[in-house]
């Protein structure tokens, strides 16, 4: 996007997959033993025609055929909400024209619906100010990026305050996410097509009172530390649930060292001749 060529990075989301999962060992267990039960004529028919080998290759693919249709899902959710906030709403056939040019599953399609009006319903709740979205944000210091759904300013226990929002399309809202809040949260600027850097936020005009309750704009201040993170999970009932984290130093000390061992992975693997 116009940075120095010397300007190497590691996304957010490479690094956060780095941070333990051990709930995905008995998601994949979960997956395999369904789909084989699912698929079970299709499975002996395949190990009488194309033996052993060929029907437990496919059994160890399985547990990603149902994984990828809901990423598909997702996809469209976030591009309806991209749309939505550069001011053009979808309808419901352009949704389903990109569910169908996706190859996602037509049982999915309803609660797909369901999912984006449940998204816009959260907007339409929580009214937050929004700054970018789905804008690139980079940290020279410790050369990553990601891209955050929103960044903006939202109400948090009452008061408005500068926010990370990420919308989540997974099952639940696992606390790992911090780690790639944070990410999101302690970049150093926005990288634009055209080379320019800007703030995460823009500075906060200071209001100067003049007296008889006048004010008049006085210096920029310098804008505040994204502190919060919000998460918000559309589900296929049409309802949402929403949670927020605190992005302290010491999250980002665990995102720091799942960064760490991204780049490890790299050394090791520069050290063999």
Known sequence: IGLPAEFEVVTVTSATD??????????????????????????GEMIEEDGEKEALAWLKKARYTASGDKADRGTVVHGALEAYLHGEELSKEQIDAELKERRVPRALWRSTAAMVSALF??????????VWSEQ?????????????????W???????KPVIVDVK????????????????????????????EL???????????????????????????IEHGVVVRPK????????????TDDVFDVFLACLKLTTAKAVVQRSRR
């Open 121 to 130: 319903q959260f907007l339409e709740d929580e009214k937050p100010e929004i």
């Open 18 to 43: 780095n941070f333990p999962k051990p709930w995905l060992t008995g998601w994949a267990v979960k997956m395999t033993a369904e789909r084989a039960v699912d698929k079970y004529r299709r499975l």
């Open 199 to 225: 703030p995460l936020l823009p500075p906060i005009p200071e209001r100067i009172d003049v007296g008889w309750g006048e004010f008049v704009p006085g210096e920029l201040l310098v804008p505040q530390p």
């Open 169 to 196: 399309t997974s099952k639940d809202i696992y606390d790992d996410t911090a780690c790639q809040l944070i990410g999101y949260a302690r970049a150093e600027f926005a990288g634009m097509p055209d080379g320019a």
């Open 154 to 160: 939202m109400k948090i226990d009452g008061e408005r």
């Open 236 to 247: 296929a009932d049409g309802t949402y649930e929403s949670a927020v984290f605190d992005l």
């Open 136 to 152: 690139t944000v980079f940290s020279r210091e410790h050369h990553y990026a990601g891209t955050p759904d929103i960044v903006g």
